[in-house]
């Protein structure tokens, strides 16, 4: 077993997270025991976030401390990893569906970091009192206007750190993706420094995902 991050683990080929609650499983991941410690392998199949880690991701911004605003958390498969890593930290989760929501729920009531909130993540007014200090804003949703998303959150919330998986099928089906993603790089620059860029390919057709750091909070 190695330390790869910040509560992120290599387990042979498998990455791997301790789980904050014992026993506990969100989708079916295997569960394995070292040293008395519980530990929940982390599909890169099922998150962007682990398939990144498996594709040379350098930079990760989660600590234990980490307050992260999670935008299309869906069922909670990635939140909940995140939530294992980030274990003195809350994890607000937005999902615009109800369905997922409902899936959602049953996550967060055993693993009490994450607070899901049920809204479209175009409009952070609505939901921004219920979200404190935020370090850190994952996205992962499939809307067109994916930039746009991530900025307008940034206006309100202001994190240190951001990290985007961009879909380019769900922004335009006619481009080719690499037009795509070199446009909405180009978008992510007014605000962003671009810290990493990952093909998510093989685990993700026609996704990157993006490490980020905000231009406003870089030191001078």
């Not at 999670?70 to 274990?87: K, M, P, R």
Request: proline share 4%; with cysteine; aromatic share 8%.
């Amino acid at each position: 077993m190695k330390k790869i991050f910040t509560g992120v683990y290599r387990i042979g080929k498998n990455i791997a997270t301790i789980n904050n609650v014992r026993g506990f499983r969100v989708y079916d991941e295997g569960l394995v025991n070292v040293k008395d410690v519980e530990y929940r392998t982390w599909s890169p199949y099922r998150s962007k976030l682990a398939a990144a880690i498996h594709k040379g991701l350098k930079k990760f911004p989660f600590k234990e401390n980490s307050n992260v605003l999670y935008l299309g958390a869906s069922s909670g498969t990635t939140a909940s990893h995140i939530s294992d890593i980030c274990f003195n930290g809350n994890i607000y989760c937005v999902e615009i569906s109800k369905r997922m929501m409902r899936e959602l729920i049953p996550v967060a009531e055993k693993k009490e970091n994450i607070i899901p909130i049920l809204a479209d993540a175009n409009h952070p007014e609505v939901y921004i009192h219920k979200v404190t200090n935020v370090n850190i804003i994952y996205q992962d949703v499939a809307q067109p206007n994916q930039a746009d998303i991530l900025e307008r959150n940034s206006e309100f919330f202001h994190p240190e750190n951001a990290i985007i998986a961009i879909k380019a099928r769900s922004i335009n089906t006619i481009e080719s993706p690499k037009k795509v993603f070199k446009k909405e790089i180009n978008r992510l620059k007014e605000r962003f420094h671009i810290l990493e860029t990952i093909d998510l390919k093989p685990y993700d057709k026609d996704h990157i995902l993006v490490n980020l750091k905000s231009k406003n909070k870089i030191k001078k």
